[in-house]
């Protein structure tokens, strides 16, 4: 694994509407080739942070307004969102945004045609899709509105895979699924992640299964980067849920 950084946050301040501080000085290095899990209870700051990665605050009446952000040597804040989809950071939003009234595969093609993709290569791509996500394949011709629950979040993370990212980045994947649909989903990523090289940056309340898959770690408290090393480290420690509530101030990691 390279030990230079595919993405990097340094220092970030994020404040909405002028006067709402979100982020305070947060910073995070995502390494080519791993999974890196961004912790923290709801409100921490995660979905804000992945949102700064691929410059779609301004949307939102948010702004990055101190440190910078830097993809693969490109800096993020004078990039639009599209180019930098073309460019390979492609993000999965909270929430299983699909469009309901087209069909699954019809949701899964409109990611391929964001990067002008022939027709040979998105059929390449949705093989490859239906490879990973088996339940895609059988529900292709249905409607996305009417599939389960699991099979959005599946459809929204293969629109994804059709832009053939370099870092995926995902916020809260396991929102409101089933542990079982959680752990396929998953192991569906550490193996792209293990056979395929993809990088990927997952935002999580879930910390088991985070920890589970995840190489290294960073955790999020009301807008503040306040621990982080690598997954086995973390998951040794007895105080990681204490952040959550704000109950105690972290240990230092041993050397």
Known sequence: MSTHPLLRIEAIEVVYQHSIVALHGVS?????????????????????????????????????????????????????PAALVRQGLVQVLEGRHVFRNLSVEENLITGGLGRSASRAEIAADLARV???FPKLGERRRSLAGLTSGGEQQMTAIGRAL??????????????????????DIFQQLKRLNQEEGLTILVAEQNSTVALRHADRVT???TGNDVLSGT??????RTDIQSFYFGQSAPAPLAA
């Open 28 to 80: 995070l290095e995502v390494l080519p080739g791993e999974i890196h899990a961004l912790l923290g209870a709801n409100g921490a700051g995660k979905s804000t942070t992945l949102k700064a990665c691929s410059n779609l605050l301004p949307a939102e009446r948010g702004a990055v307004t101190a440190g910078r952000i830097v993809f693969d040597g490109v800096d993020v804040q004078k990039t639009t």
């Open 130 to 132: 239906y490879r990973v």
């Open 162 to 183: 059709m832009s053939r990212p370099r870092l995926l980045v995902l916020d809260e994947p396991s929102m409101g699924l089933a542990p079982l649909v959680v752990q």
């Open 219 to 221: 955790v999020l408290d």
């Open 231 to 236: 997954a086995a480290e973390l998951s040794q």
